[in-house]
């Protein structure tokens, strides 16, 4: 498979807990999108990389959410002191910049999402 | 700030049929427009990507037009189907590759 993974697909915590979300790119991509989404809604942006270096962080995007980058591959997104309004479907992307790849022409592929649920 | 808003939100026509989804944007300075496909509890799938100096692209069933100057695109879908049916998210992108999507349109298609 040479699409966007997210691990896990599933997670269930507690109140207060703290989770830490997995994404793998696509291999030739150098661009790392990760963006929220809750029932009826279109996804809003969270943070995005290029390569290693964050660029952009949205203002959704508390101190309690941390997101790395360390090798310009795979990232992850970590929320500590997880709250049931942290509850929503993780979704990441990744994308060629423009020139690099032409067949894909900067579209965004995104992974399967990992759906979290805090209790 | 860019704002994207779809309408209609749902949607539902007989199978065959033609249909339009609309999607407007705030902010004309746009560096891509792009359209998706979401099926229940999915990721989202890129159907087309329009640049920002392009009117139109297509795909198969699939014809995506933009208007900056109005702040509109429309997703166009021919001849209907049943696996047609999920939701269709438009995405407004800045050079960063960032995108603010509507809300989306839910599409079914009756058999």
């Known amino acids: 498979d040479t699409g966007v993974s997210q691990d896990p697909r599933h997670k269930i915590t507690k109140r207060g807990q703290n989770v830490t979300f997995r994404c793998d790119p696509i291999s030739e991509h150098n661009r790392l999108y990760w963006y929220r989404q809750t029932l009826g809604q279109g996804p809003e942006f969270l943070t995005y990389f290029q390569n290693e270096a964050q660029l952009e962080k949205s203002r959704l995007l508390s101190d309690r959410f941390s997101a790395e980058r360390p090798k310009g591959s795979f990232s992850t997104l970590e929320i500590q002191r997880t709250e049931q309004g942290d509850s929503a479907m993780y979704l990441c992307?990744?994308?060629?910049?423009?020139?690099?790849?032409?067949?894909?022409?900067?579209?965004?592929?995104f992974g399967s999402g990992t759906q979290l649920s805090v209790l | 700030k860019q704002e994207v808003t779809q309408i209609p939100a749902a949607l539902s026509v007989p199978e065959g049929e033609n249909l339009v989804l609309n999607c407007s944007f705030t902010?004309?300075?746009?560096?891509?427009l792009q359209w998706f496909r979401q099926d229940p509890g999915k990721g989202l799938t890129s159907l087309l990507l329009i640049q920002s100096s392009q009117r139109e692209q297509t795909s198969g069933r699939l014809n995506a037009s933009l208007d900056k100057s109005s702040g509109r695109s429309t997703l166009y879908i021919a001849a209907s189907q049943p696996g047609d049916s999920a939701t269709y998210l438009c995405?407004?992108?800045?050079?960063?590759?960032?995108?603010?999507f509507g809300q989306g349109t839910e599409l079914s298609v009756k058999p």
């Open positions: 902010d004309s300075a746009i560096y891509n």
């Open positions: 992307a990744s994308s060629s910049p423009p020139g690099q790849i032409l067949t894909t022409n900067e579209k965004l592929f």
């Open positions: 995405a407004a992108s800045n050079q960063g590759g960032k995108l603010i």
